[in-house]
């Protein structure tokens, strides 16, 4: 590999390329009393995060080959059951006074934790039990948020915890909650079987992945103000092609060959770590968040997946641990440095609480789904489905 | 299946979720004077619904195996034909005041309801004949159109019909047109040639449905002013929710194990019955329409559709009638308890209007078609396509 | 081919139909002073463009069956670089006055330009090979665009050129750009190897196709006022249906069957010629570019495209010099009847340094990036990907 050096001049070069646009980012946002957002602007982000749940987490998790129809009707049904239970428990709770557009986006953000939670079990649930996955995840996902975020209980002070995207009660929530529910649950006739891909399953994964990078964006950018949008919005784009470039070269690095399956997964770890501190950070400082996402990912999909399954006795379908769950809470603590004022000991508070939370209740949940039941033939389709032919 | 009652369980809950929900839906729609909605989110809704075209009904109708490449052809055929033929009739006989974005939403339209019609006669054309299959159509469409909606020769009062998402004028209407070509036009020979698809088609098709669901809530909102949306678009997405997930429970009722035909096609029967009262109904009301439409769809591809062939005597091959046909009608007549101040007769002749004009014009283009000559090896590319190597 | 009378009859008819529009759609355009377009409508535009660049570009790429995790890794990297690149630049050029979210809009545009660059050299690149090429290409762009769009060394007078869409310096760039690059670089061997799809790989360069078409309106309008936007979408839609029609038209027309190659690209030939006069023409003229692109950029496919191999002595992997350079130049060009008050001399000069710049910053890099090393197995994954089985 003699191209190494020109790998770690791109790498150099893309990361102080960020560095003269330190400057002006940070005085675009907060900048004085915003203008509520409209309903308009809300609904095209809805439809945004709406295509990132199907069609992104959808065919992302396609690249297990002969789990296709089961990993979309799975996809279809959990955020068919989360979005309108966390809408009836929302409207019961805060009320109904919340903004019906506003409501749906947390539904959805609630519905993305979800995916991710069931990423880790994916292949090894039959379709009903996805639903009282979905069922049971709600609850548990409300409860975390009210804690951390609404300063439920008194324990983390409402508005200490800054988390703008997510990273902390969206992905590392679903993360350690889906780890919960596979340690709970992972049989010995698991550990024996590969989950196989092929080039078709491979590029429907990439379908998947791409959707999400594209409208990451507006995730993150799904609630702040107008004013907070421009810069929130290209420092997502920045960590995510921090985060591509950078699993390129280490994925490169680490296995001779590129994986595809760390481009598809790692190559969005930048918008996962972006999340806490996406309306904060300067530009340069969301390249460097993404660079070092993608450079933890790869390592985690390279190296730390394969020890996991050994060490904590689980499978991680989608290694939503190496996605999710650890650049989620790099995120959470990337926030500390980054944003002006922050109650540091709040923040970490809130990603303790939630590791709690999340860990706890994944394992209630990994007990109770398999009352129903288990499937028999992991990661195929045949089991469930009707002529389910190659 | 003991999991039987959790089954009902499941559906009991869904239905129930929106019943707290009902009261304060309504107070949102219809209150007061409607401000002009911009250009702009006309716009982004046209595109939505561009989406929804091209890659919604292209992808869902990739289901034949073989025939990906013209289905995929046919569909930008049919949309090139119909929206600038739309535009160019309604531009000499509304005027040019009528907005250009909102003429393209109603061309968009058009451009639906003629997939839907294209869907019953799926892999039995020639290409150049769905060229003038979409040629005929557009002005049929635009016959009902005003008869129905805009107080053509007096028959139904201008305003009298409520279909503001399209169930009866662009879904029912699609529906019967082109089960109304298809029994004209069905061979023998087509009788005995089986429709295959396998797992890479499935998946296709699955893209196809998930991206007019995410897209949905677009169209059904495209014209609705800005204090209806919120509830408009919550309404939509709550009866795909609802649909889903009865979609899944119906279909393993029915047939043991899960059609992913059923999933790709059902899922959707929401989004086609809750157009009509879209913007009336209460969120309950929505979920309710939703799980009806999902049962009666999913009913309709388990039951009627094989009985259809014989009793009918023609092949419906994407299922039209099933996922727009029956929904769509279900969709004009659940508006009648749902809507306050509603001309039941109204309704009641809009919808006896469009499936009267959808059919006989059908068969009339039925008979025409022919004249172009016919498709030898029906649902195959390799006739009219180079190199179509599986 | 008796149908041919009734093609012809279509083609006219569709010809005809835009004229009746004629009249009213310039007085939509220009009139009076602009208001400020909001960061919220250039952002919708900016996560559409960012959907034709990945899923867009990407898949259409995927035509090459062995070849698409490449393929795929490969757009990923190039937007990945492109972008940071050209916002460090213009942030120190420009300067950080400019708004961000206009700023990003610009970014994208030269990440299609290079997408279209690396389309003629596709499959003979090593990934790290593509990464130089995004980073030598970007400031070649940058050059151009300031040359002849902001009035660099005066050589072009600043806004004498009109190209609203880009279709002179991002398609006709980009595609002159790759032309120098593969006259470069081609090697002996890569002439004996033939480019494979396969029935997979079609459907998935449809999607990649459909999806360019689609969000076209939102990338030539991304930067017009609000008031030009309603024509210029309507403009870019009409001419993608004319370029839809008559591709099929000419390709069956011209090789007995049609090629899927030829519907995937020569129908976005309207949206490429369209670009620089999109603002401006009548939507008749649209119908008009776009039929008259479709057929050229056909006609390029099924006959120049095989002549040009031994011409030039060059391989055009996607077929770039038909579909983005010449259509790219009639768009430029056919701004010259269509603008009024347009500078003839100017227009024309800007295009003469376009070709100039491209063609020579083209050929310069194809000779850098053999100092890389040289792919081996032209066109399959297997070199560089992990377990790239069928």
Known sequence: MKNKTLFKFFALMLLLSGLPLLSHASEMVNSGLAPAISDDQHYNRAIHIMAML???FGFLMVFVRKYGRSALTATFLLVSISIPVYMLINSNTVGIHEN?????????????????AAGAVLGRLKMQQYLLLGLLFVPCYMLNEWLVLNGGLGLVKAGGVVDTGGSIVIHAF???FGLGVALTMTTKQEFEKTIESDSVSDR?????????????????????????MPATVVNVILALCGSTITTYIVSVSLRKKVSIADIANAALAGGVAIGSACADATHSEAVVIGILAGALSTFGFAVIQSRQQKWMKLIDTCGV??????PGLMGGIAALPIVRGLDIRQQLLGIVVTIGVAFVSGMAVGKILPLMGRKTEAYEDAEEFLDAVE
Chains 1, 2, 3 share one sequence.
Do not use: K
């Open 54 to 56: 199907l069609v992104g």
């Open 100 to 116: 019906d557009v506003r409501r749906l986006i947390l539904s959805e953000f609630c519905g993305a934790s979800l995916l991710i």
């Open 174 to 176: 679903g993360a350690i």
């Open 204 to 228: 429907y994964s990439m379908l998947g992945s791409m959707i999400l990078w594209i409208f990451w964006p507006s995730f993150c950018a799904a609630l702040v103000t107008p004013e907070q």
């Open 321 to 326: 641990t190496n996605l999710h769950g650890l």
